[in-house]
């Protein structure tokens, strides 16, 4: 037959196809190719048991993304299959979930070179901040870290301790207002926005010499988008399964919706502001007005931006570390301080023993006793991280076939007995940051209790918690070279925020001691009073009178 005719016949047929018809040939196109690898891969993969799939086409996906508490489905997981075990996902997709700190120590310590980001970080992660530090692997990667360490050092972050202080004190002005104004010796207070101020103006000071003035009531465009999200309902049955589905299919992430939509608009909010922090640090540096001086974070940047050393970063790099530091301030840090307020509204005994330990100190603490000199400070605020991480999990891909070493022992489904699992190239891998940070396994019979004495007691940290080798051995802040670099600052801002709020007011839950929290949908995932909009945690604040 004439291959002009052969192609005519062709383009007949496919002009004849709908759009739809395409749509779900190259579905199944791809589909087909994703079960292929997916059969290559099982073949050198330790078999391991998992719980059944609860639907065809999502896994077990839905039954982790329903949950109130995702800490608690892998923990329940862990004591039937044991401390790695696999879970079905969307179209057959699995992923090996690891609970064992031996096995988590070797993955993280293969971080950015045996372990890799999944094809949905890369592009998410593009998206939303940039080709940073959050996004590069490997040299890169380490290339990134070693330009901003220089504003990440202890002295470095001591300096930036008044910065801190001097935010607090604007919440705390407004917070005697409203009280004030109520006319009583108390108010109904909506903690969670007051921190999300609180923290973005804290970092763009702190890090970056610029007011966002969310503090005195400025709409920036950074922070009305921020606020948008805040407002943002929970999620609906199609975004579920879409989000379900993003793991097979990255792109779908593409798809507009109006989560994306703030998301774009963060994104060119923040390219904007940060743009024009770094022209006007870079004619400072010019002017010679930065020589001699304390390097803060916008400063490192500019120094390391164009230089042709080993600690060189691009424009696109510096820019995508500011839009990291921002979302991580937003979020995060405020994250942190607000479960840190309601556990002491839950908690009134451990609320009156760190008061106490504050007011043996007249003035402001200075950097040195926020680090050294309150011990039960110190047992708050990681009794705070252990027990709600902002960071949900860790999800990376197998750059390379490995083996994983366990410091017990498995049942395969075969029935094989195994200290060490074999993983191949493309297997996906995830470690649920609660359900080590709160395993009952790991942490003892208590480790659901906010309990801040066990950092205190001899040997109130067990010894299967002290082989977990994160940060004070927990997965807060991650672990291995992609450790959070900002966890210190995180920590003094944390310190610091409190100390001046306990001093000053007493925290109650606002309907009383059974008020119900739930997990609200922001940026990311964040406690709120069940019933309220949103992510919204009122809290009853009153002065401490002495």
Known sequence: MDTTLIVLRLATIIHSLSVVNVTAAFVGILAFHAAVRESRRRLKTTKLRGPPPSSFIFGAGKDILDAPDTGEVYEAWVQEYGVVYEVPLALGKRKVILCDPKAVAHFFAGDTRTYGHTALD??????????????????????????????????????????????????????????????????????SQWMNHLSLDSIGLAGFSHDFGALDGRKAPVTRIFEAFQESSKRNDMSSGVFLLLQVFPMLVYIPSPRMRLVRELHYAMVDVCNAMLDQTKKEKEAGALDGKEKSIIEVLVQAEGTDTGFYATREEALAQMKALLIAAYESSAINLVWALVELARNPEVQTALREELLTFREDLTYEQLNKGLPYLDAVAHETLRLHPSIPDFERITEEDDVIPLSEPVHTKTGEVVDRIHVAAGTLIGISTPSINRSAAIWGVDAKKFRPERWIEKDGITKKAQEVQGHRHLLSFGDGPRMCIGKGIALTMFKVVLSVLVKNYVFEMRDGPDTKIEMGRALSVRPKVAGEQGARLPLRVKRYEG
């Open 122 to 191: 890369k592009v998410t992660l593009e998206r939303s901040v940039g080709k940073g530090i959050l996004w590069a692997m490997g040299e890169d990667h380490r290339r990134q870290r070693r330009s901003m360490s220089p504003a990440f050092t202890y002295t470095s972050i001591g300096k930036l301790t008044p910065v801190f202080y001097n935010c607090v004190y604007k919440v705390k002005a407004a917070w005697d207002g409203v009280i004030s104004a109520n006319g009583e010796d108390s108010a109904v207070i909506e903690v």
